[in-house]
């Protein structure tokens, strides 16, 4: 699966739009990319995954690039509770499914 | 809630012992995933099952073991322990024949080795 590059940490203010990008120059055409958080020590949670089209769901919307290099995972309105480590994720659409986890971006909520 | 069911929820043991970790996934899920996350290594891949089969294997030491059972509960042992095996372990499972990477995570055992 390609490797994927997300900033350390980014700040957004409660209400406000979160813009989380990622980098993922090397996807090859077959994978598909995920977006899952980790809020404090719990378990993962899905959000959101694309292929090449844009995608919205109810906790998120996914844009990515034409050339698929990137793309960014938006929270229309944060709040406090969206505080957590986000993972951005490039799987094959086939094959087993295991995610490989890098570091994310941790992304606070201010008040 | 995610419908994966860990328990314990919390492990405290000795260096040397062994551990066992159990993990019921969601109902019709046959494929279990096991994770480890430590301090600072992050979130590891362990080991996947398929209906009872490995499927998948990561960065499992040879003192940890997994088997997924008849009615698709799997375990995680761990044994030798040391003190470094303190983490959280995770359990996802995945809806078997859909092709999305969704995964639903447990919420994880906390063992501590001391």
């Known amino acids: 699966d390609a490797k994927t590059t997300q900033p350390t940490s980014m700040d957004c203010a409660e209400g406000r739009a979160a813009n989380l990008p990622c980098n993922h120059s090397t996807i090859s055409g077959n994978e598909y990319v995920y977006w899952y958080r980790q809020i404090h020590s719990q378990g993962p949670q899905y959000i959101i995954h694309g292929l090449k089209n844009n995608e919205t769901n109810e906790m998120a919307s996914l844009i990515i690039t034409e050339d698929r290099k990137s793309s960014t995972l938006i929270l229309p309105h944060a709040t406090l509770r969206d505080t957590a480590v986000y993972y951005c994720i490039a799987l094959s659409g086939a094959g087993s499914y295991q995610l490989t986890f890098g570091k994310g971006t941790k992304l606070s909520v201010i008040p | 809630d995610s419908g994966v069911t860990q328990t314990p929820k919390h492990l405290i043991t000795a260096t040397g012992q062994r551990v066992t970790l159990r993990c019921s996934p969601r109902?019709?899920?046959?494929?279990v995933y096991w994770y480890q996350q430590s301090l600072d290594q992050g979130l590891q891949f362990l080991i996947q099952y398929y209906n009872g089969e490995e499927r998948a294997k990561g960065n499992i030491l040879e003192r940890f073991s997994a088997q997924q059972f008849p009615d698709l509960h799997s375990e995680l042992n761990l044994s030798s322990l040391e003190l470094g095996d303190s983490a959280l372990y995770f359990c996802a499972s995945r809806e078997a024949g859909l092709g999305s990477g969704e995964l639903f995570f447990g919420e994880g055992s906390r063992l501590t080795v001391l």
């Open positions: 109902s019709g899920d046959l494929s």
